[in-house]
């Protein structure tokens, strides 16, 4: 499964021009880490950092101008950086699997003459087999909807960053290749041409790039969701804010009954005299999500049930999910839940990433020290708002006095408890 490596953010909220991790361009910086922990004060971006995942995830499956709306977000003019210039802008380097070429994806977001959110420009590409330096190939350019698609696993001509029109006038001089390549001319210039290229089978590593992007999990849950009482029926796969809980519940008890079972069993060890999960089916349909624990014959339901308990239970099912999404954003998950079991959620983390089957990826968000106890400084990213208001992010393991301190044993809690990652 894919795994980014780096992401750029421009003029998108706060984040006017952030970077992590490493891109095409940027090879000595490190790659993200599979456990991605970010960190920062109340208003620092961090909100802002997981809706910019979210608004790239919503343009492919909404559109640009649906995207700018979707989620409270208020439209395009909310989103874009004040008093910045230029568009809006995303690039995405990311490699399929442990063994591939890393490829990056760019799309660049701004207004029509109508000021209706339209896409400028979106490109793909891929350094070829053995090529370690220059410009990596193109296997899709477009301008305004418009440019070529290389098709199937051929790179065809190597170009430099040239212009739209040399690619253009390149294919017509070189009719020879001609039939590896499409001319693309997008009818909506709203949606992303991955969007609508990646649907087709000539088309794999733009459809594997699609495919990767659309299984994005970016966590929204919330304990008054999951109370809530859906319609019964098993569903495979826990929602954004986890108002099908029961639903998934019931498919795993069909589905996957010892895999649910070493869920319960991993949490009745959590949390102390809770020995039994299952679902009820009431008489007009609807489900109900009982909990039996220690000492009562009778069963507790989600209504009743701490959102400390609920939260550890949906974030067990996400991470034993028998077809996890590749990646995983959570925004503060120490929420309602107990310190000492922070430690062992991210344990639980870090399992899920090492998991050779799912080769998944976390970004979490936090403000508990006693989280960052269990991680090390190159996992967490330090968001800052500075004085023109935008954000800058770092890595921990760059600030030299918290890198050293850290090697000295002292924990990265602690050095954040105490504000040392501002010196």
Not at 177 to 193: A, C, F, R
Request: proline letters at 4%; glycine letters at 8%; a negative charge.
């Amino acid at each position: 499964m894919a795994i980014i490596e780096g992401i750029r953010i421009k003029n998108y909220r706060a984040l006017h021009d952030i970077t992590m991790g490493r891109l095409w361009n940027r090879q000595n910086e490190k790659p993200l880490k599979a456990l991605t922990v970010v960190i920062g004060k109340n208003g620092a971006g961090k909100s802002t950092l997981f809706d910019a995942f979210g608004f790239l995830a919503d343009c492919m499956k909404l559109g640009v101008e649906e995207a700018c709306d979707a989620r409270g977000r208020g439209g395009y003019d909310k989103i874009y950086s004040q008093g910045a210039e230029g568009p809006m802008e995303f690039e995405v380097y990311y490699k399929e699997n442990s063994a591939s070429r890393p490829i990056t994806y760019e799309i660049a977001i701004g207004l029509d003459e109508q000021e209706r959110p339209i896409i400028l420009k979106e490109r793909l590409r891929q350094r070829r087999k053995g090529q370690k330096r220059g410009w990596p190939f193109s296997f899709l350019i477009l301008d305004k909807g418009k440019g070529l698609a290389w098709k199937g696993e051929y790179e065809g001509h190597q170009f430099d960053d040239t212009s739209l029109f040399d690619y253009v006038a390149y294919m017509q001089n070189h009719q020879e290749e001609s039939n590896q390549t499409e001319v693309v001319e997008l009818t909506d210039i709203s949606k992303p041409g991955i969007t609508t290229l990646g649907a087709l089978k000539q088309h794999p590593r733009i459809s594997a790039f699609r495919s990767f992007l659309e299984n994005w999990y970016l966590c929204y849950f919330t304990p008054d969701a999951a109370r809530s009482l859906p319609l019964s029926g098993p569903q495979k796969h826990l929602n954004l804010h986890g108002d099908n809980l029961g639903n998934v519940v019931q498919f795993m008890e069909r589905e996957h009954g010892k895999r649910l079972h070493r869920i319960l069993d991993s949490i009745s060890q959590k949390i102390p005299g809770l020995q039994k999960i299952d679902t009820e089916k009431t008489s007009d349909g609807r489900l109900l999500l009982r909990f039996f624990n220690q000492g009562f014959e009778r069963p507790f339901y989600a209504q009743q049930i701490s959102d400390g308990t609920l939260k550890v239970f949906a974030y067990m099912l996400l991470l034993e999910d028998p077809s996890p999404a590749s990646l995983l954003c959570i925004e503060e998950p120490e929420n309602g839940i107990y310190h000492k079991l922070l430690n062992t959620l991210v344990e639980e983390f870090r399992a899920f990433v090492s998991n050779s089957k799912t080769q998944s990826q976390v970004i979490v968000t936090t403000h508990q020290p006693y989280f960052l106890d269990a991680v090390e400084p190159d996992e967490v990213w330090v968001l800052e708002k500075q004085s023109d208001g935008f954000s800058t992010i770092t890595r921990a393991d760059s600030i030299e006095f918290v890198q050293n301190m850290f090697e000295e044993g002292q924990p990265l809690g602690s050095l954040w408890y105490s504000d040392y990652f501002d010196k």
